[in-house]
């Protein structure tokens, strides 16, 4: 067995299992068993063709669940768990794999991020998956289940993964635990013939390898205009970047796009804004009085660029804040920043941080948003945590601003 491709279907109540195999061998029959919870649920067989088999399996037991079927969300992160068998003709087993699949679905309708037929917002926080002693590596599981009960234990219900395709042990965590994860490839540089060629063949071993976590809701192929420097107006590069939204959207049609994140947006199916303003009320009266201003090609909503290239506009896409705060703490470092003045104390902190995201939380046509940052890296000390995983402020006043219901505004003081 070389690859398996599982998608589900919440609404037909099935999910489709495609199977690839090294084997030109005649006869050869693929079996897929599904159980939940040690429940079986149903058995489908069907013939191996060149070494490739597709099949719909029903999933439906009026014994499970109160429709027949256990949804997969941050609240109830359900896992069916799936046996493939290789069987030759006399029944023999020639390769036999296990896996797991959780029944999900992520659409865009009418301005809104649905999971599952419902709105989801977005809470989340940046996530460069990287420690002082071992870089991009965790050391091990323990170190990735840490920073998934910190993200949820400060109220946020996703990360967005920056600059780094994650090792499938922390999107196996994040099924299991119910974590949101935006996937994100790494930047190149300077962009070049060869450079695109090279992101396109990464990008699509990226989707394919990653396609069967149900965590991952959102892909990111392009950051700030990274890679791609002159996309406001350069027609070769915005080209480019239709191109790789199309191509991962041909790879899987099942999950929004990101064309740009933060920035000069081509194609796309969420429009994406990184703004570090550090006072909570400019911010939100400029996105709430200059909606049409903001959401353009014509002016810089950050100050530096626009949410467009030029050529393209707003046609509706959800809108997220996918970068913002970023609150540095004063220290005796000269390399060390964040963004904005720091902040002397945890009051402080929390103050602009709750101006920050309540104000964004009451835009009616904001539908999420992500803090900068989990933890700090390097010379960035505007984490959370510190390298170390130790937090600076209390997690359980950011999970209280977290908790907060969108679509009211409170001041500073929380009235």
Same mark, same amino acid.
């Given at each position: 067995?070389?690859?398996?491709k +599982?998608t589900?279907?919440?609404?037909?109540?099935t999910v489709?299992?495609h199977?690839?195999?090294?084997?030109?061998?005649?006869n050869? +029959?693929?079996? =897929?068993?599904?159980?939940?919870?040690g429940?079986f649920?149903?058995?489908?067989?069907?013939k191996?063709e060149a070494?490739?088999?597709?099949?719909?399996i029903d999933v439906?037991?009026?014994?499970?669940?109160e429709?027949?079927i256990?949804?997969? #969300?941050?609240?109830?992160?359900?896992?069916?768990?799936l046996k493939?068998s290789?069987?030759?003709e006399d029944?023999?087993?020639?390769?036999?794999?296990e896996?797991y699949?959780?029944?999900?679905?992520i659409? +865009?309708r009418?301005?809104?991020?649905?999971?599952?037929?419902?709105?989801?917002?977005?809470r989340?926080?940046l996530?460069?998956?990287?420690?002082?002693?071992?870089?991009?590596?965790?050391?091990n599981?323990?170190v990735?289940?840490?920073?998934?009960?910190?993200?949820?234990?400060?109220? %946020?219900?996703?990360?967005?993964k920056?600059?780094?395709t994650? #090792?499938?042990? *922390?999107l196996?965590?994040c099924?299991?635990?119910?974590?949101l994860?935006?996937?994100e490839?790494?930047? %190149?540089y300077?962009? =070049?013939?060869?450079?695109?060629?090279? *992101?396109v063949?990464?990008? /699509?071993?990226i989707?394919?390898?990653?396609?069967?976590?149900?965590?991952?809701?959102?892909?990111?192929?392009?950051?700030? #205009?990274?890679g791609?420097? &002159?996309?406001?107006?350069?027609?070769?590069?915005q080209?480019?970047?239709?191109?790789?939204?199309h191509? /991962?959207?041909?790879?899987?049609?099942?999950?929004?796009?990101i =064309?740009?994140?933060?920035?000069?947006?081509?194609?796309?199916?969420?429009l994406?804004? @990184?703004?570090?303003?550090?006072?909570?009320?400019?911010m939100?009266?400029?996105?709430? /009085?200059?909606?049409?201003?903001?959401? =353009?090609?014509?002016?810089?909503h950050n100050? *530096?660029?626009?949410?467009?290239?030029?050529?393209?506009?707003y046609?509706?896409?959800?809108?997220? +804040?996918?970068?913002?705060?970023?609150i &540095? %703490?004063?220290d005796?470092?000269?390399?060390?920043?964040g963004?904005?003045? !720091?902040?002397?104390?945890?009051e402080?902190?929390l103050?602009?941080?709750?101006?920050?995201?309540?104000?964004?939380? #009451?835009?009616?046509?904001?539908?999420?948003?992500?803090y900068t940052?989990?933890s700090?890296?390097?010379?960035?000390?505007?984490? %959370?945590? /510190?390298?170390?995983?130790r937090?600076?402020?209390?997690? $359980? !006043?950011?999970?209280?601003?977290?908790?907060?219901? $969108?679509?009211v *505004?409170?001041?500073k003081?929380? @009235?």
């Open positions: 067995m070389e690859k398996i +599982i589900p279907d919440i609404y037909k109540k489709t299992i199977t690839m195999c090294h084997s030109n061998k005649e050869l +029959i693929m079996k =897929s068993d599904v159980y939940f919870e429940k649920i149903n058995s489908v067989s069907g191996l070494g490739v088999c597709q099949m719909d439906y037991n009026k014994y499970v669940g429709w027949g256990e949804l997969w #969300s941050p609240d109830a992160p359900n896992l069916y768990t493939i290789i069987l030759d029944d023999n087993c020639k390769d036999e794999v896996s699949f959780g029944m999900r679905d659409r +865009i009418n301005g809104l991020v649905l999971l599952n037929g419902q709105p989801l917002y977005q989340l926080v996530d460069q998956g990287y420690w002082k002693d071992t870089g991009l590596t965790p050391e599981d323990d990735l289940l840490k920073d998934i009960e910190y993200v949820k234990r400060m109220g %946020f219900n996703g990360v967005r920056h600059q780094k994650e #090792s499938d042990r *922390f196996y965590w099924d299991v635990h119910g974590l994860v935006w996937g490839g790494p930047s %190149f300077k962009y =070049s013939d060869k450079a695109a060629k090279n *992101f063949r990464e990008w /699509t071993e989707v394919e390898q990653n396609y069967n976590h149900p965590c991952i809701i959102i892909w990111t192929p392009l950051n700030e #205009s990274w791609v420097p &002159a996309i406001e107006r350069d027609v070769c590069q080209n480019y970047s239709q191109a790789v939204y191509l /991962t959207k041909s790879l899987d049609s099942t999950r929004p796009v =064309s740009n994140d933060g920035w000069e947006h081509t194609t796309s199916d969420i994406t804004l @990184h703004d570090y303003e550090e006072d909570g009320e400019i939100r009266r400029k996105y709430l /009085t200059k909606k049409e201003e903001v959401l =353009s090609c014509e002016i810089y100050n *530096f660029r626009a949410a467009y290239a030029q050529g393209f506009g046609k509706g896409e959800p809108v997220l +804040i996918s970068e913002y705060g970023g &540095a %703490f004063e005796n470092d000269k390399e060390s920043w963004y904005g003045e !720091k902040v002397k104390t945890e402080d902190f103050e602009r941080y709750k101006a920050l995201t309540v104000g964004i939380k #009451s835009l009616p046509y904001v539908c999420g948003y992500c940052q989990l700090d890296v390097q010379q960035e000390k505007n984490g %959370f945590l /510190t390298e170390e995983r937090f600076k402020v209390n997690p $359980e !006043k950011i999970r209280a601003i977290n908790d907060l219901p $969108e679509g *505004f409170w001041n003081k929380g @009235h």
